[in-house]
């Protein structure tokens, strides 16, 4: 049987301040989702999933 493990990789604190700031000074607000890396079992196989950031008006 196939297991994927995935696990959650956070935003560093300085880089959402960053965008938080230039969001705040478009007048937009952020939503930040986190990344993660999602690994199959027993293999050398994993998949990175960027953070992803919605900018909503």
Do not use: A, V
């Not at 995935?6 to 986190?34: G, M, Q």
């Amino acid at each position: 049987m196939i297991n994927i493990i995935s696990k959650e990789i956070p935003i560093e604190k300085d880089l959402k301040k960053k965008i938080e700031f230039i969001c705040d000074f478009c007048n937009t607000t952020p939503i930040f989702i986190n990344g993660s890396i999602k690994k199959i079992e027993h293999t050398n196989l994993s998949y990175i999933e960027p953070h992803r950031i919605l900018s909503m008006e």
